[in-house]
């Protein structure tokens, strides 16, 4: 893994396990979209606490195990979903009075720190086996900055119609070829490289931004919030900011000191220390759930410990910037988080007034899965062949469709690392067998 062990790093792993189950536990912020809009019911008692956890435990322990565990050893960071999916589930175990609250986030620290531990370990195991495949692990990510610049003409294309999004594709093309011919030029004696996937992204959420705000705008005289009647859920978060704001300065910095990254695209982009490219990734995906989050926090009055992912952004670009980089990315980053909580209303609002941003924040959601489902489906496949030329190929496409006809599937954006790192085990396997040997 890329993340060092140390005193700091643990304290940092168990502060994150141990406030994400607190704010989980307290009905405060859990990380699962999915899991926000049910707290209504057990705020009502229609849902007890039984089935709060048994929802909580279905919508997420397969993500962890199917998908975030995978992905983390394949790009050697901790992606978020794993440990707060997983403080998600821990939280909603116990009971939410005063013995349930210190008990459960107790357990979230000691997770945080297991897991800190764990992913070295397995990592550790690898790398002494017969044939060690980490080295080719890396190549699972290898085509996602290149596909995640198309996600905003895809989501265009939702939006606007096939030619629109077509437009914003050719033109991200023609952005990303100029930049790779003319994106190197001096200022005085200073030299300047423009990253021409950067670049190219840029531009195209740009234009994403473009063509949803003039869709669908109402006039004022229509504008009448539909969120007015959520008033009492919006301050109910409110009461909760200073917890929720320690909360994402955590989250900062536990990603500015590589224990944790927001997503696929920018844990790859952050492990090749690309991180102003990983930067403006995770924007990307903060524009895409901007609307999601805010919107199941304004129904139900629980938020995210880490909000709209915002916290990420700068976090990404204080690593490497010794311990001023590392203060300066907790109290950014707790910042934010307050700005978020303090603007909840303004948000909800302008949402109402300009519909096209909320269904941009759908749209943008359904391109970015689509786009890392080929990318790291790819990716996994290059990988896995890497390993095994006469037989990569042929196991991450069936574990593909066999996952398809599954009766319990996993996400599809998991086979590429869960195939590559599985072939890795089955060319061992194989070696150990005299069917595979080496050189």
């Not at 975030?68 to 939280?91: E, F, N």
């Not at 044939?131 to 606007?160: E, N």
């Not at 004022?220 to 969120?227: K, L, M, N, Q, Y």
Request: glycine share 12%; aromatic share 8%; charged share 10%.
């Amino acid at each position: 893994m890329l993340f060092e062990i140390n005193l700091l790093t643990i304290i940092v792993m168990a502060a994150l396990g141990g406030i994400c189950t607190y704010l989980a536990n307290q009905n405060i912020a859990v990380f699962h979209d999915g899991l926000r809009p049910l707290y209504p019911q057990y705020f009502d008692g229609v849902m007890d606490r039984k089935t709060l956890f048994a929802t909580s435990f279905a919508l997420s322990f397969g993500l962890v195990i199917g998908f975030g565990i995978p992905t983390s050893i394949a790009g050697k960071i901790i992606i978020v979903h794993t440990i707060m999916l997983a403080c998600d589930i821990i939280g909603t175990l116990f009971p939410d009075n005063e013995k349930g609250k210190w008990i459960s986030t107790s357990v979230g620290a000691l997770f945080g720190v297991v897991l800190l531990f764990g992913m070295q370990v397995i990592m550790d195991i690898f790398s002494v086996l017969p044939i060690d495949f980490t080295g080719d692990l890396g190549t699972v990510g290898s085509l996602i900055i290149v596909s995640f610049s198309v996600f905003p003409a895809i989501a265009v294309a939702y939006q606007a119609g096939v030619v629109k999004g077509g437009i914003v594709l050719v033109l991200t093309m023609i952005i990303k070829q100029i930049t790779s011919l003319y994106g190197k030029f001096s200022i005085k004696t200073v030299e300047v490289v423009l990253n021409a996937d950067g670049m190219a992204l840029l531009f195209g959420i740009a234009a994403m931004i473009f063509v949803a705000a003039r869709h669908n705008k109402k006039s004022d005289g229509e504008t009448a919030s539909a969120f007015a009647v959520f008033g009492k859920n919006i301050e109910k978060i409110r009461k909760n900011m200073f917890v929720l704001a320690i909360s994402g300065g955590i989250v900062a910095l536990a990603t500015t000191l590589l224990l944790i990254a927001e997503g696929p695209a920018s844990l790859t982009l952050t492990a090749e220390g690309q991180y102003a490219e990983a930067a403006m990734v995770a924007l990307g995906r903060t524009l895409g759930f901007i609307p999601l989050v805010m919107t199941t926090a304004i129904i139900s009055g629980v938020y995210s410990p880490a909000g709209t992912k915002a916290v990420h952004v700068p976090a990404i670009l204080f690593i490497n910037m010794g311990i001023m980089g590392m203060v300066g990315s907790f109290f950014v980053g707790a910042l934010i988080m307050a700005i978020e909580i303090l603007l909840l209303g303004f948000i909800a609002t302008g949402m109402d007034k300009f519909p096209g941003m909320k269904e941009l924040g759908d749209n943008a959601r359904t391109a970015m899965s689509k786009v890392l489902d080929i990318a790291l489906l790819v990716g996994g496949m290059l990988a896995a062949n890497a390993i095994a030329p006469t037989i990569g190929y042929i196991w991450v496409i069936g574990l593909f469709f066999l996952n398809q006809v599954s009766k319990k599937p996993i996400a599809s954006m998991a086979i590429g690392p869960l195939g590559a790192i599985t072939m890795g085990l089955i060319v061992n396997i194989l070696h150990l067998l005299g069917l595979f040997p080496i050189g």
